[in-house]
């Protein structure tokens, strides 16, 4: 899981992360939000798929995209109760040797998306299009 970074200075110092290697981060690897939600990242026509469940449960559908300078972003309509909205976020990258800081663009905190091990949030596979079509099927 995230771990917050030793300081901000650690990933101020770090350098961005080129968009090949973001690419090679994230391509047909899932994201998993703890226990609340999960978004795959599709190589095929750069397809994003999510669930969450803060808030109630929603879905969203879009694409990804790196527009350089180390984010990764994700421009996707999220579907719920509520109704439907789209919206766009995106995500710095950082990197230390091995360890990859990540932060919420433009102003969240660093946090170590990827540590020295390896270990990271990711999963390798599709980990969110089988809920997202249960949530459709509700909604």
Not at 31 to 41: D, E, I, L, P, T
Not at 47 to 69: C, I
Not at 101 to 106: A, I, L, N, V
Request: charged share 25%; hydrophobic share 30%.
């Amino acid at each position: 899981m995230a771990k917050a970074a030793n300081s901000i200075s650690e990933a101020a110092k770090a350098t961005a992360v080129s968009d090949e290697s973001l690419y090679q981060l994230y391509k047909n690897r899932s994201w998993r939000w703890g226990n609340h939600g999960a978004a795959y990242f599709a190589v095929q026509k750069r397809q994003f798929t999510a669930w969450s469940t803060e808030g109630g449960k929603s879905y969203g559908e879009g694409v990804w995209f790196m527009p350089g300078s180390g984010k990764l972003c994700f421009r996707a309509t999220w579907h719920g109760s509520w109704g439907a909205k789209t919206s766009l976020s995106c995500f710095e990258h950082r990197q230390a040797g091995k360890v990859i800081y990540q932060r919420k663009s433009p102003s969240g905190d660093w946090y170590e998306f990827k540590d020295r091990h390896g270990k990271s949030s990711l999963r390798n596979g599709d980990h969110a299009s089988k809920k997202v079509k249960r949530f459709k099927a509700k909604l």
